[in-house]
């Protein structure tokens, strides 16, 4: 990883930061605090911290309902990010909506919607623009799996092949579209191979593996930069938790899971840093105090935050915006 130390033990806090919020997330949703539903990505922030550590603040990013990471990496606030998944005022979205669907222009961050594969046209319409305006920036687009059979998924790497746009499409493959298996999805063994169809690079990688997605980001993010097209990166990976907080998963065995998580992410990078000698006991005590204090002031700050009124909903339904690619 080049990267300075300091830089490496971030990504270390970041993935440790994104654990924390949705654990407790799980808690407060059991809890009945929380409205609407909770969609875990526990099992799977070595891949948004990969990919988005290091961005530059006019890059663009969409993530989809399984990136809270995401968010946290580019530099929302936790408060108000905590606000926003209570659906608080002081939300990002001022309590229209929760994380899913929200975004900070301001981070280069586009909200998503509920089909998955339906923000990539989005995500590429942004390259294009960088293309048009000879602009070295490039856009990220999330998605699962189960979108890779979606048909605007298709639309928008073929658009993005041939024109050579600077966008990475990066597919979060957990094996599950809901309770749909892999093996039901699709004929082949790799979304990336696909790829050559479209004229540019599939790449395949563990994504629970941080240096691993770190590399192979990087390469794909300095292609875009320099005008050489897209590239599809697969991240295999694992949901530890159901489709959302109400899916038991009985769907999977009980051998697979154990089998998963026995690759966390998160004990696996750890093993990496100790053999780098960057992770201390000490170092390692104050991340886990310092991660906890600000999940719980988060939580504070949007338990004591006020619900919106009614006629705010009729608001910002729109942007004038011309920052928006």
């Not at 319409?125 to 960088?130: D, I, P, S, Y």
């Not at 530890?240 to 998963?249: I, N, P, R, T, V």
Request: glycine content about 10%; proline content about 5%.
């Amino acid at each position: 990883m080049n990267l300075n130390p300091e830089q490496i033990l971030e990504m270390y806090y970041l993935m440790r930061l994104s654990r924390a919020f949705e654990e407790r997330l799980s808690l407060l949703y059991r809890q009945g605090k929380i409205t609407g539903g909770i969609f875990s990505g526990i099992g799977q922030e070595a891949i948004v911290v990969g990919v988005c550590y290091g961005l530059r603040n006019d890059d663009f990013i969409s993530p989809v309902h399984r990136d809270l990471g995401a968010f946290l990496v580019r530099g929302v606030d936790p408060n108000p990010l905590m606000a926003q998944i209570f659906g608080k005022r002081t939300g990002m979205s001022k309590g229209k909506e929760c994380y899913l669907h929200a975004g900070d222009m301001s981070l280069g961050i586009f909200g998503g919607t509920s089909m998955l594969g339906s923000t990539l046209p989005v995500v590429t319409g942004a390259a294009l623009a960088f293309k048009i305006k000879k602009q070295d920036r490039v856009a990220i687009g999330f998605f699962g799996e189960g979108a890779a059979s979606r048909g605007d998924t298709h639309e928008a790497m073929n658009f993005a092949g041939v024109h050579k746009l600077p966008v990475i499409f990066v597919c979060e493959n957990n094996r599950y579209a809901y309770s749909t298996p892999v093996e039901k999805e699709m004929a082949i063994d790799d979304v990336a191979s696909r790829a050559a169809g479209y004229g540019f690079a599939g790449k395949v990688v563990s994504g629970n593996d941080l240096p691993a997605v770190w590399d192979v980001a990087q390469h794909a993010i300095q292609r875009a930069r320099k005008g050489e097209g897209p590239t599809l990166i697969e991240c295999k990976t694992y949901r530890w938790h159901g489709h959302s907080e109400h899916d038991a998963a009985s769907y999977r065995s009980e051998e697979e899971f154990i089998e998963w998580r026995s690759r966390d992410p998160i004990p696996r990078f750890e093993f990496y840093l100790r053999e780098k000698k960057l992770l201390t006991e000490e170092v390692q005590k104050d991340i886990t105090t310092r991660v906890q204090a600000i999940v719980d002031e988060a939580i504070k700050y949007a338990e004591e935050s006020p619900w919106p009124e009614g006629p705010e909903a009729l608001e910002d339904l729109y942007t004038t915006d011309s920052k928006i690619p």
